[in-house]
């Protein structure tokens, strides 16, 4: 049997993204009140849709520092 178990503080669950190479997370996007079960990104690789185990589908957009980052 599997269980998946959520986090008792809602609101905690959060999608990271990580730099591919250097492997340093750059960035998250909170919203979802359970994991995160889909994810497509726009073909312009500025916005994402996320689909959760709330039954909630969230659009995001990248601010701009997402496309400046420094290294």
């Known amino acids: 049997m599997n269980v998946t178990m959520t986090d008792r503080r809602a609101g905690k669950f959060e999608a990271k993204?990580?730099?591919?190479?250097?492997?340093?997370?750059?960035?998250?996007?909170?919203?979802?009140?359970?994991?995160?079960?889909?994810?497509?990104?726009?073909?312009?690789?500025?916005?994402?849709s996320s689909g959760g185990e709330d039954g909630y589908v969230r659009l995001?957009?990248?601010?701009?520092?997402?496309?400046?980052i420094k290294m």
């Not at 190479?21 to 690789?45: R, S």
């Not at 995001?60 to 400046?68: K, M, Q, V």
Request: proline residues 5%; glycine residues 12%.
């Open 17 to 48: 993204f990580y730099h591919k190479i250097l492997q340093e997370e750059i960035g998250g996007v909170k919203g979802h009140f359970g994991p995160i079960n889909a994810l497509a990104f726009n073909p312009d690789g500025r916005s994402f």
């Open 60 to 68: 995001h957009h990248f601010d701009s520092d997402y496309f400046s």
